[in-house]
């Protein structure tokens, strides 16, 4: 399972944490609107951190929720 999405948008290359969906990333970017100059790309070698704040952000929102807080179906 991958764990990281890179995308590049202008050329700027951002690490992602993987979205679910229609989206690439988390964050809600979908990695592939050439209208905005958004491209998935190959992660760059050697990475290891996402460094998205608004990937980060969603992440330490959520991480205090456990799959038993939901109602319905468990992944």
């Known amino acids: 399972m991958k764990r990281f999405v890179a995308i590049a948008i202008d050329g700027e290359v951002g690490v992602h944490a993987v979205g679910d969906g229609n989206y690439a990333s988390l964050c809600g970017l979908d ?3 050439d ?11 050697g990475t290891t951190k996402i460094d998205c704040p608004q990937c980060q952000a969603l992440w330490r929102a959520c991480r205090r929720y456990r799959a038993a807080d939901f109602d319905g179906d468990d992944e």
Not at 35 to 45: D, E, H, I, M, Y
């Open 31 to 33: 990695g592939t609107d």
């Open 35 to 45: 209208g905005v100059g958004q491209q998935t790309v190959a992660l760059p070698l």
